[in-house]
């Protein structure tokens, strides 16, 4: 079992940053791949990246490479998501989702866990 806390968004003017958090408790966090995932209102939840469990994979959506970043600190039990040069379309409720030992790290079914997710708004 493991419980995810997300943190750190929030309202930014297009082309800023931003660094999301997200805090893993439980078990064998380094098993875990981990991904962000987000939805917008009347969207579906969409990938965005993930990374594998000892990092050394990352994978991301095409509408965000180039510009964020996933990362993750096993002796934190925490996974990073910086976002730079930030557009208005990249608002969205962003969730963190843990998938043991997984390996598909774009598809939304494989993920286990799910936290409450963080908002993002980005202005124009």
């Known amino acids: 079992q493991v419980q995810l806390v997300e943190s750190g968004g929030g309202l930014v003017q297009a082309g800023g940053s931003l660094r999301l958090s997200c805090a893993a408790s439980g078990r064998s966090f380094s098993s875990y791949t981990m991904g962000w995932f987000r939805q917008s209102p009347g969207k579906e939840r969409e990938f965005v990246a993930a990374i594998s469990w000892s990092g050394g994979r990352t994978v991301y959506a095409d509408s965000v490479k180039g510009r964020f970043t996933i990362s993750r600190d096993n002796a934190k039990n925490t996974v990073y998501l910086q976002m730079n040069s930030l557009k208005p379309e990249d608002t969205a409720v962003y969730y963190c989702?843990?998938?043991?030992?997984?390996?598909?790290?774009?598809?939304?079914?494989?993920?286990?866990?799910w936290g409450q997710g963080t908002q993002v708004t980005v202005s124009s």
């Open positions: 989702a843990a998938d043991y030992g997984g390996t598909s790290y774009t598809r939304r079914s494989a993920y286990d866990y």
